[in-house]
């Protein structure tokens, strides 16, 4: 064959060749879509990836926090459960009668203060804590520990136990404990009191003098400051205020006819704390006399929701009154009633005199409300025409002492108004019983005397009359006064007198009352709780 002619025919199998290539391929433009349509498929597959991946991170990262709070959550719960379980078992071990709620401290000898339920959690810092008005309050904490971390709860209680068993305690006119050999008699005794809460030696060091203490005003408002040397408003004619203030003075001087208010403070006074003359008027205050307390002249003086703690003596007299609304005063030395002063008590204030109480000249003791409740460490005596009276209406709230020392009524003074509405309740521990009570002259008692391990002295009686009864170890009195005449005085206010009742103990049998709980978060940590040897 020719070679024009093969070569012609290898040149036309090529150029079909290379169009059956071209049909495979398809168009120019068809090819470059189907590029760019595969390029952003991988670009979009390649985004989701990395949002997985974010995603996937986060994850990771969240799930040792989510898996620490949870943690941190169940321990909270299990410290507040371990705190309940605290106070449950407190509830328990109160209601088998082992707390004597007048000696409370003696009581807790018995009570665990801790318990570990595990080894990483519990209870501890367990308390039964007095609160006013028969309340007590069970706190404690319940911890729960994991590695270094300890999760605590502080949780109280506010209780308060049935009422004490009572004795009508005067429902005779009188009985002598030494002869009448079967009259089962009831002691009396109460705790000791904080003597030295008053001494300087204890009050704040404050550095910062008061704004006005160099100026003749006498304001003091929201300082908490030192008033050096002593203060007093003879500077100051139109009376002075100290307001939401921490103050303290080295002496206090209040006279003329000058006025002070004093609301919502704590006052600190090195010195001597008197009032001659003006008038003051102190409310939510707490006041700590280093020296004595007195108000007299013509001076009128009002303290409601007030403490007073006053080192020396307490003293009323003068033409002074003192008025104490819901207050509670506590004497480092003797409480003094003169002159023709006046002591004034209302909203069941109370007092606590590590001293005696003397009420002698014309100095008068009236409780106007709610009845008082006062502790002597001392002797009691009135004299002259001092006396202690209450409201002398018919149902009356009782005013009562309680006594270490003696009881000495003479001259024309007397105790309790009409009907009765005093007793004189002394300690029956026997280092007391040699203190003796006398009655003479023609002194009274409205009231009731319950000392059955003393001895009644009335030899001097005279005209002194008795509305009421005597419990005593033996009962001294003139022959010609007769015991008649004590039981015909006891008969006309009998009914009276049997409206008094000793308590005697708690009931252990009935249900405490549970007033409320409460979740103390914020509490100061105590040493030892939670254990450190978790």
Known sequence: MPVRVVFRRLL??????????????????????????????????IALLGVLAVVAGALLRLAPSSLRLSLTQLDRVAAFDY???????????????RFNPSRPQESLATLVTEHAFT??????????????????????????????????????????FPEFETVPLFHTHWIRTAI????????????????STASPGTFPSYSRRCANAATRTRDIDHETCLWPGEYTLDWDSTGAKIAGSNV??????????WSLTVSDSTIYVDGDFVISQGTASFKNV??????????????VATFENVTVYVRDTLAIGGAGTAQFVNAMLHSGSDAAIGGSGAIRLAGGSSLW?????????????????????????????????GMIAGTGEPDAPWNVFYVRGGLDISGGAFAGAYPPDVVFLFDTDPRYSDRPIVMSGSGKLHGGIYAP??????????????????????????????????????????????????????????????????????????????????
Not at 83 to 97: N, Q
Not at 119 to 138: H, K, R
Request: aromatic content about 12%; some cysteine.
């Open 12 to 45: 036309r199998r090529r150029e079909m060749d290379s169009g059956q290539a071209c049909e495979r391929q398809g168009p120019p433009q068809l090819r470059e879509d189907r590029t760019a349509q595969g390029g952003w498929a991988l670009f979009a597959v």
């Open 83 to 97: 705190a309940e379980s605290g106070i449950h078992y407190a509830l328990a071990w109160l209601r088998e009668g």
């Open 119 to 160: 080894e990483t959690g519990g209870f501890c810092a367990l308390e039964v804590v007095p609160q006013a008005n028969d309340v007590f309050t069970v706190a404690v904490t319940g911890y729960q520990r994991r590695g270094n971390r300890t999760q605590v709860y502080r949780t109280a209680l506010d209780i308060r």
């Open 180 to 195: 009448e050999k079967d009259y089962q008699w009831f002691p009396i005794s109460w705790e000791s009191w904080d003597r």
């Open 248 to 257: 303290r003075f080295g002496r206090f001087s209040l006279g003329g006819n």
């Open 286 to 299: 707490t006041l700590f006399v280093g020296g004595k307390f007195d108000v007299g002249g013509s001076s």
């Open 353 to 385: 005199i590590n001293g005696d109480l003397k009420i002698n000249g014309h100095g008068d003791f009236l409780v106007f409300e709610d009845g008082v409740t006062a502790y002597i460490d001392g002797d009691v005596t009135i004299s002259g025409s």
């Open 453 to 534: 391990t003393r001895i009644y002295n009335g030899t001097n009686l005279g005209g002194a009359e008795v509305h009421g009864s005597i419990i005593a170890s033996n009962i001294y009195i003139p022959d010609w006064y007769g015991e008649e005449r004590f039981r015909r005085y006891f008969e006309a206010v009998e009914e009276r007198m049997k409206t008094f009742h000793l308590g005697i103990g708690r009931r252990y049998d009935g249900p405490m009352e549970l007033l409320g709980w409460r979740e103390v978060r914020a509490w100061s940590p105590v040493p030892g709780c939670p254990p450190d040897s978790l």
